[in-house]
């Protein structure tokens, strides 16, 4: 499993952006056995859980810091996970890494960066005026 991450950028602060997962697979049809989640990692930090969503697509989970500006969804279709954030803020100035597993989706556990076996390359996500 192979995950590609890309739509960082320079943002002013208030902006918009959208990054991208997507989940290549030798087999077929197994997109929707892995929960998909975003990572960020801010320069001098350790990597932080961010958002992450369950298989199906029916449940999600979020870090308090981002809920109700960023949205995590996916496309079964195109094997992408998305992170649309609004209202980006200096703070969210990171290394954003997308991260799947084939695991059970529970919200106490999801933002445990262990869980993950497969991970992105990473995308920079600069907000700044």
């Known amino acids: 499993v192979q995950l590609q991450a890309s739509g960082g950028g320079l943002v002013q602060p208030g902006g918009s952006l959208t990054l991208s997962c997507v989940v290549a697979?030798?087999?077929?049809?197994?997109?929707?056995?892995?929960?998909v989640a975003w990572f960020r990692q801010a320069p001098g930090k350790e990597r932080r859980f961010v958002a992450a969503?369950?298989?199906?697509?029916?449940?999600?989970k979020y870090t308090d810091s981002v809920k109700g500006r960023f949205t995590i969804s996916r496309d079964h279709a195109k094997n992408t996970a998305y992170l649309q954030m609004n209202g980006l803020k200096p703070e969210d100035t990171a290394i954003y890494f997308c991260a799947a597993a084939e695991i059970v989706f529970n919200p106490q556990r999801v933002g445990r960066d262990s869980l993950y076996n497969y991970w992105g390359q990473g995308t920079l996500v600069t907000v700044s005026s």
């Open positions: 697979s030798e087999r077929t049809a197994t997109f929707t056995k892995y929960s």
């Open positions: 969503i369950s298989g199906s697509g029916m449940l999600t």
